[in-house]
């Protein structure tokens, strides 16, 4: 992945600042006792040195005494302590895992990465449907020419099952759990060659929040196989199963489109 969106970097000492400013106390995604020294004189040293490397950088000035931050960063810190929607994503393959959160509120979308173990990135993503875009860069299709959706359920007792089978490469046995569930032997085929010959595999985790406390969640997981590209959730009507679909781009940003609906509905809707 090579296609990068700006965004402003900060040391850990900066992003202190910025969410002292908002006296943040509740954060998904960021780790704040990793950057909140544990004694209040190393953290007053640890504001201080942010405002120092703020003002050098112009995020910051002195008005009248008083240190004054730069208006994005401020709307940047609001969206991350108190957000509406987070998602967070992962995807894993042969060089890492990399991990992606979205805080969403009624002002604006924040991404955010960690470059480094010591820093954190942050940029505006425009709307919802660039969100949807920005998911669908992160997590690319594989296109097969003519290839029709493929779709079928299965118990989500038997899918871990089937995983630790493929791990094992236990064919046969993972064979014998598709046709339990009577699973076509075409489509069972080709997800048990994708999940040997993944190119990557991820999770998109989307979670409504109310007063800083998580109401609702939705985890969609997702695999670039060599083949087919493959997404995985909880049926709406059973969660003891698991939907298994083999899709394309234009179908995967509908799916992305129709979670982000759903988990924003009001409870019994």
């Known amino acids: 992945m090579t296609n990068q969106l700006d965004g402003l970097v900060f040391t850990k000492h900066e992003l202190l600042v910025l969410l002292d400013a908002v006296n943040a106390s509740y954060l998904i995604g960021i780790d704040k006792s990793h950057l909140s020294p544990k004694s209040e004189e190393d953290h007053i040293a640890s504001i201080r040195t942010g405002i120092e490397t703020l003002i050098e950088r112009d995020l910051m000035r002195v008005e009248a005494d008083f240190h004054v931050l730069d208006p994005a960063l401020l709307q940047i810190a609001s969206v991350v302590s108190r957000p509406e929607l987070v998602s967070v994503a992962s995807r894993s393959e042969a060089d890492g895992t990399r991990r992606f959160t979205w805080y969403q509120s009624s002002d ?38 003519g290839a029709e959706e493929i779709a079928f359920s299965l118990s989500k007792d038997n899918f871990f099952a089937l995983n630790n089978l493929v791990q094992q490469n236990d064919l046969d046995k993972a064979s014998e759990i598709f046709a339990s569930e009577g699973i076509a032997a075409e489509a069972s085929g080709l997800l048990l060659h994708d999940m040997r010959h993944s190119v990557y595999s991820g999770n998109l985790t989307i979670m409504r ?57 009001p409870e019994g809707a």
């Open 108 to 145: 604006a979308i924040v991404e955010h990465t960690q470059p480094t173990a010591e820093t954190y990135r942050f940029v505006f993503i425009p709307n919802a449907a660039a969100l949807v875009s920005r998911i669908q860069f992160l997590f690319p299709t594989v296109e097969s020419s």
């Open 209 to 265: 929040v109310v007063e800083s406390e998580i109401v609702n969640g939705q985890d969609i997981a997702i695999l670039g196989g060599e083949k087919r590209f493959w997404v995985v959730q909880t049926q709406s009507n059973d969660p003891n199963t698991f939907s298994c679909k083999a899709i394309n781009a234009h179908a995967f940003g509908l799916n992305l489109f129709d979670a982000f609906m759903k988990i924003t509905e």
